[in-house]
Nanobody, 122 residues
Framework: QVQLVESGGGSVQAGGSLRLSCAAS????????MAWFRQAPGKEREGVAG???????VYADSLQGRFTISEDKAKNTLYLEMNNLKPDDTAKYYC????????????????WGQGTQVTVSA
């Protein structure tokens, strides 16, 4: 059983930055994938970024290099650094733990966090 707790969301103006954190208990140790997903009102949940046990990262093409996923295993925490935020980035962001790194995020997700809201105003 893995518990995921996100934090760091908030309201910012376009062009601003936020760093989301996901505290995992316990943090996966091998053959894992950790990822960030987001869901905007009226839209399906979509993958944002993922990282696997080998440190390989993937990102949604639409992000155009504005987001960076990273992890600090000593702190049992996954991060998502978001820069140059746009109104289209407004969504609830979810942390996920799965098994396989795929094109955007993880497949075979076993655990989800409760989400943290990000709102970007024009």
């Amino acid at each position: 059983q893995v518990q995921l707790v996100e934090s760091g969301g908030g309201s910012v103006q376009a062009g601003g930055s936020l760093r989301l954190s996901c505290a995992a208990s316990p943090y996966p140790t091998r053959n894992y994938c950790m990822a960030w997903f987001r869901q905007a009102p009226g839209k399906e949940r979509e993958g944002v970024a993922g990282i696997n046990a080998n440190g390989i990262t993937v990102y949604a093409d639409s992000l155009q290099g504005r987001f960076t996923i990273s992890e600090d295993k000593a702190k049992n925490t996954l991060y998502l650094e978001m820069n140059n935020l746009k109104p289209d980035d407004t969504a609830k962001y979810y942390c996920a733990a799965g098994k396989v790194l795929v094109e955007v995020g993880c497949a075979r997700v076993n655990y989800w966090g409760q989400g943290t809201q990000v709102t970007v105003s024009a």
